[in-house]
């Protein structure tokens, strides 16, 4: 089992930038690669970003490029996501995944892993 816990969510005004972070625990060893998805009120949950767990390939849903970067951390287990230029639309709950392969990396069945998720909130 790999447990995730995600934070660093919270309200920023239109412009400002936020970092999340998601820590993983239990059988990291097995992950492949985690992601970060959102979900904003009576929507479906969206892809925004992945990166390998060897940090070595990233991808970003194009509404985010340019504006966020992932990273991770291999002392710590832990990603990042870093996030800039936010924008009103950018308002969801993120949500940190893993999965151990290394198919669909875009798509939410792939993964077996969740967090509770963190509120981010972008005000205009």
Not at 17 to 45: D, H, M, N
């Amino acid at each position: 089992q790999v447990q995730l816990v995600e934070s660093g969510g919270g309200l920023v005004q239109a412009g400002g930038s936020l970092r999340l972070s998601c820590a993983a625990s239990g059988r990291t060893s097995s992950i492949y690669r985690v992601a970060w998805f959102r979900q904003a009120p009576g929507k479906e949950r969206e892809f925004v970003s992945t990166v390998t767990w060897s940090g070595s390939t990233t991808y970003y849903t194009d509404s985010v490029k340019g504006r966020f970067t992932i990273s991770r951390d291999n002392a710590k287990n832990t990603v990042y996501l870093q996030m800039n230029s936010l924008k009103p639309e950018d308002t969801a709950v993120y949500y940190c995944a893993a999965t151990n392969t290394a198919v669909r990396q875009s798509t939410a069945s792939t993964y077996d892993y969740w967090g509770q998720g963190t509120q981010v909130t972008v005000s205009s």
